[in-house]
């Protein structure tokens, strides 16, 4: 069978130069924010470190912040808001969805560059069933037992005695689970998740840079799939990979920017999100000592308590840009204005939630929107679901005590996803 | 106590089959179905309302009977 033309070198680089010339790019404004309602900015460290009492200054004061950085960003932090502007599909495209200082042209509309979480409607809804059977709950459970084997591989092969008792959970546990899992999923070799990090790295960590560098920290992500995908096309297996490649709309195979947008958002949106919550759920735990002994006693309370780190914790915010002008609450939006959408805020809109700024395990109650809202609900909620109970049950059941070995030592990722990049915890 | 699941609003979210297995299910994409003809039993009242306050889309309707 020979090379599947949609997948060529040639193909693909006539792409790239066009889109390029399409899209639109803004100032670069970097440097620390002078004042959170009118110059925020999300790549900003003390954003990174705690952005929950920014973001409850701003509802009490604002409510929705603006800045110039990124040519122009407004963000909501009222959970009203954030949810109206989810399920306005009209007024808010997600032909982009992790804001930069480059704006794709609307051309690209409704498909973007990685369909669906980049598609408007009606595309968006025809991409998207190309993948729902894949992650629904009972699909996703095929993986379960796999995944607990995983992490328990992982413990084993820590080496507490030369480490002093302390091990990086985010570095060496919950980093692995998810980068296991979508390896396995999407057909990529496992020892290739090795590469993985810096993609999400380059992906996720890089909203400030110049467009052009941006660019090329992408490019090797790009890369490595257009390869796997070849591969794929010469040697098709039971995997997401061959079953994008084969797939049609319409009545066509899917366009090759489709396919591989499609695999660069599993495995980014995959990892990413799954590894911030495992890890922030630990990083609670681990400061929390009579919510950990609690779990311990009582693992049948998890689910409750899971989400309710999904909760407080939402990895996620997302990204909308402004088709036209529009009135919105009090503030006129321009149209092309991005829209930082923070489900985090949200979830933390005292107007929604009771106590919402504590922590409540066994918060029974608990309508948060952790993985969004309306029609772009995360594809893998049951997939992320799935990974971190696994995650936290192998680990309370191996390592019921633990606590910071170093607070200060804990960092945390820069951007859209929120999680620990750094957990040093002590074990025992 | 009646449950139902307005299609319209559902996106799939699987609170309500998460926390009412008995009375919710999944179609082959993942939104929620009532299982059965929606009638709850009274044992199950309150998973049923779990169900509908948890879900994150408000799809869940429970219709309570006088």
Redo the contacts between chains.
């Keep these: 069978m020979s090379i599947d033309e949609r997948f060529s070198q040639e193909t693909r680089e006539e792409r790239n130069a066009r889109e390029a010339e399409t899209g639109t790019l803004s100032e670069v404004i970097t440097g620390p924010v002078s004042d959170w309602a009118t110059d925020f900015s999300h790549a900003d460290p003390a954003w990174a470190a705690d952005p929950f009492p920014i973001q409850d200054d701003l509802r009490q004061r604002c409510p929705i912040a603006h800045t110039e950085r990124f040519g122009g960003v407004w963000l909501p932090t009222k959970y009203d808001d954030v949810a109206s502007i989810a399920y306005d599909t009209d007024r808010f495209s997600s032909r982009a969805i992790v804001i930069s200082n480059f704006r794709p042209s609307p051309d690209v509309a409704p498909v973007g560059a990685t369909p669906p979480i980049s598609s408007d409607p009606p595309f968006h809804h025809d991409a998207r069933k190309l993948l729902l059977p894949a992650f629904t709950k009972t699909a996703i459970s095929r993986h379960t037992e796999s995944t607990r084997a995983f992490c328990h591989s992982l413990i084993d092969a820590f080496d507490l005695s030369s480490s002093g008792g302390v091990v990086d959970a985010a570095q060496d546990y919950a980093k692995y689970i998810p980068m296991r899992v979508m390896a396995d999923m999407l057909g990529l070799p496992p020892e290739d998740t090795a590469l993985f990090a810096q993609f999400v790295e380059d992906v996720i960590g890089t909203v400030d840079l110049p467009p052009e560098e941006r660019g090329d920290r992408i490019a090797p992500l790009f890369d490595y799939l257009y390869d796997a995908v070849r591969d794929h096309v010469e040697n098709p297996r039971d995997d997401l990979t061959t079953h994008l490649i084969n797939a049609e709309l319409y009545g066509q195979k899917l366009a090759p920017e489709h396919v591989v947008g499609t695999i660069v958002l599993l495995l980014i949106a995959g990892i990413d999100t799954t590894w911030s919550a495992i890890g922030a759920s630990l990083w609670h735990l681990a400061g929390h000592p009579a919510d950990r002994e609690r779990l311990v006693a009582a693992p049948e309370t998890l689910p409750t308590a899971m989400e309710e780190f999904l909760r407080a914790y939402a990895p996620v915010t997302m990204a909308r840009l402004v088709k036209q002008d529009v009135r919105f609450g009090d503030v006129d939006m321009k149209a092309e204005d991005w829209i930082l959408l923070s489900f985090p805020a949200a979830n933390r809109d005292p107007a929604h939630f009771d106590r919402a700024d504590e922590v409540v395990i066994d918060r029974e109650v608990n309508r948060h929107a952790a993985f969004g809202l309306g029609i772009h609900r995360c594809l893998g909620s049951h997939l992320a679901r799935m990974e971190l109970r696994v995650a936290l049950e192998v680990w309370l059941s191996r390592i019921p005590s633990f606590t910071l070995a170093d607070p200060a030592a804990v960092t945390w990722s820069t951007g859209q996803i929120r999680g620990p990049r750094a957990l040093p915890l002590r074990i025992g | 106590m009646k449950v139902q699941i307005d299609p319209g609003r559902c996106?799939?979210?699987?609170r309500c089959?998460?926390l009412a297995p008995e009375l919710f299910g999944?179609d082959?994409?993942?939104y929620g179905v009532v299982l059965g003809d929606g009638l709850v039993p009274s044992a199950q009242e309150q998973e049923a309302r779990?169900a509908a306050?948890?879900?994150?889309?408000?799809a869940v309707i429970v219709v309570e009977e006088s």
Excluded: F, I, M, R
């Design positions: 996106q799939g979210h699987g089959y998460d999944a082959d994409e993942g779990l306050a948890n879900c994150p889309e408000s």
